[in-house]
Every structure is written in structure tokens, then in C-alpha cells.
């Protein structure tokens, strides 16, 4: 079997676990913007879970890379006002569509939320879309 079929499948458990751990003990969406947005605009009992939370994606990462002993690879020669803009477009459009890929797409759609699965679609649709029309920029010059 595929070793990146097994990581992304387990992966993909680690994430289905811990978005039902959350709602189940704490009650809470685990959408990463929304979370996020907690930690900047919220105080006291209500920052520490969700400093956590963040602080166990990141740990994550160093956690794979320790135990798999591979390097992750920077991607680099990215235009840093490029990525800035970007981050920003991201963040207004989560704002915009009330969550993230992860809280609509994740946790929503195992609720059968219809705004939430209507959200993803909008979010799928918009990257074909995008991803189509760069390669075809791309392309042309």
C-alpha cells in the first residue's frame, strides 16, 4: 500500500478524533479560524483551550517530522507582500463565509449543516477555479 496513502489516512483520523474530542468535551466547532480569532478577541478560560489547541497543530508538525525522519521542505521565492496579501484575502474571506475549510467542511459537513456543506462546495469551486486559472496564466507566458 501507498506510505503517503496510510499518513494521509491516518492524518485524517487524528483530525476526524480530535474535532469530535472538542465537541464532545468542551461543546465547541473545531474551526481553526474561529479558534484562532478566540485567541486575539477573547480572554481568560476561554484563550487557553484554544492556545492549546494551536499549539498542538504546530506541535504536530515538529512531532512528524522528529518520528519520520524526514526534513519538511520550505517552499521559498514566494514574493513576501504576495504571501502577506494572501494571508489577509484568507482571513476576510473566513470572516466572510462564517469559518474555515476546516470548521464547514470538517466538522459541518458531519453535522450535515447545509450552510456548511453549501460553504464547501463554494470553497472547493473557488480553488478549481483559481488553480485552473493560474495554470492557464502560467501557461500563456
Do not use: K
Request: charged share 10%; with cysteine; hydrophobic share 50%.
Amino acid at each position: 500500500m501507498n506510505p503517503d496513502f496510510i499518513q494521509a489516512s491516518i492524518g485524517g483520523a487524528l483530525i476526524g478524533m480530535a474535532s469530535v474530542a472538542l465537541l464532545w468535551l468542551n461543546g465547541r466547532i473545531a474551526g481553526i479560524s474561529g479558534i484562532f480569532n478566540g485567541i486575539v478577541f477573547t480572554s481568560g478560560g476561554e484563550r487557553g483551550w484554544r492556545l492549546m489547541f494551536v499549539f498542538g497543530l504546530i506541535a504536530a508538525g515538529f512531532l512528524y517530522q522528529l518520528l519520520s525522519g524526514t526534513d519538511l521542505i520550505p517552499r521559498d521565492n514566494y514574493p513576501l507582500l504576495l504571501t502577506i496579501a494572501a494571508g489577509f484575502l484568507v482571513g476576510f474571506g473566513t470572516r466572510l463565509g462564517s469559518g474555515c475549510t476546516s470548521g464547514h467542511g470538517i466538522c459541518g459537513i458531519s453535522r450535515l449543516s447545509p450552510r456548511s456543506i453549501a460553504a464547501t462546495i463554494i470553497f472547493v469551486a473557488s480553488g478549481i477555479a483559481v488553480a485552473t486559472a493560474v495554470s492557464f496564466i502560467g501557461q500563456s507566458s
